[in-house]
């Protein structure tokens, strides 16, 4: 029967009651895959971990989840590979978060405004990470060592935030990130026109910077 059940997505709801959420918990031991985006969640039953083990997919998007509901979100789930926490009011995470979440590959917190802190943590407790999404997130300045944490990383995504460089150990990430997006930054080191070319042309920039000033 539906205790097989192994993905569900429950969207734009209005307001799920906490009842509803624990049902929702309790009574799908199998899922994998789970889906609650704009339903009005705030909090999360203290036991997920007893009942939701398997879960790889996990999706809260637009709710205004507490930090003890993001902190339950952070210990609980082991398995999981892909987070999407867009638009929850998320502004600093908790600092063990690397520690619980071992086998993560994609992380969405696009739309939250993160701390400097906040991106440093992502950056150094996820060096399995190969999809990230920081659009939208306030950003004012990325750890000089972005490049040598994250060297597994396909898709890095900073679209719309306020920075203004981009530190040079991104240069790392030539090779294995296809897909980087800039737009939307007062970027001036690198210019952003060269920024939005991609990561190999930002590694050719900092090159031709270096080969300039060793020939002076």
Same mark, same amino acid.
């Given at each position: 029967?539906c205790?097989?059940?192994?993905?569900?997505?429950?969207?734009?709801?209005?307001? #799920? +009651?906490?009842h509803?959420?624990?049902?929702? =918990?309790? $009574?799908? *031991? &199998? @899922?994998? %895959? !789970?889906?609650?985006?704009? /339903?009005?969640?705030?909090?999360?039953?203290?036991?997920?971990?007893n009942?939701?083990?398997r879960l790889?997919?996990?999706s809260?998007?637009?709710n205004?989840?507490?930090?003890?509901?993001?902190?339950?979100?952070?210990?609980?789930f082991?398995?999981l590979?892909?987070?999407?926490l867009?638009y929850?009011?998320i502004t600093s995470l908790?600092?063990?978060?690397?520690?619980?979440?071992?086998?993560?590959?994609?992380?969405?917190?696009?739309?939250?405004n #993160? +701390?400097?802190?906040a991106?440093?943590?992502i =950056?150094k $407790?996820? *060096? &399995? @990470?190969? %999809? !990230?999404?920081l659009?939208? /997130?306030g950003?004012t300045?990325?750890?000089?060592?972005?490049?040598?944490?994250?060297?597994?990383?396909?898709i890095?995504?900073l679209?719309f935030n306020?920075?203004?460089?981009l530190?040079?150990?991104?240069?790392?990430?030539?090779d294995t990130?296809?897909?980087?997006?800039?737009?939307g930054?007062?970027?001036?080191?690198?210019?952003?026109?060269?920024?939005?070319?991609?990561v190999k042309?930002?590694?050719?920039?900092?090159?031709?910077l270096?080969?300039?000033?060793?020939?002076?």
């Amino acid at each position: 029967g539906c205790k097989s059940l192994i993905a569900l997505k429950v969207s734009n709801c209005g307001e #799920l +009651s906490d009842h509803a959420v624990e049902l929702i =918990v309790k $009574s799908f *031991p &199998e @899922l994998e %895959e !789970l889906h609650l985006s704009v /339903c009005g969640i705030s909090s999360l039953p203290e036991d997920i971990a007893n009942h939701l083990k398997r879960l790889k997919i996990l999706s809260f998007g637009y709710n205004n989840l507490s930090d003890n509901a993001l902190e339950l979100i952070v210990t609980s789930f082991p398995t999981l590979e892909e987070l999407y926490l867009i638009y929850c009011g998320i502004t600093s995470l908790p600092g063990d978060i690397g520690i619980h979440l071992k086998c993560l590959k994609r992380l969405n917190f696009q739309r939250n405004n #993160l +701390s400097d802190h906040a991106v440093e943590l992502i =950056v150094k $407790s996820f *060096p &399995e @990470l190969e %999809e !990230l999404y920081l659009a939208h /997130c306030g950003i004012t300045s990325l750890p000089e060592n972005i490049g040598n944490h994250l060297q597994c990383l396909k898709i890095l995504d900073l679209g719309f935030n306020k920075l203004t460089k981009l530190p040079r150990s991104i240069a790392n990430l030539a090779d294995t990130c296809k897909e980087f997006y800039i737009s939307g930054n007062p970027l001036q080191e690198p210019p952003i026109e060269i920024a939005k070319q991609g990561v190999k042309a930002v590694k050719r920039y900092f090159e031709e910077l270096d080969r300039g000033a060793a020939g002076r």
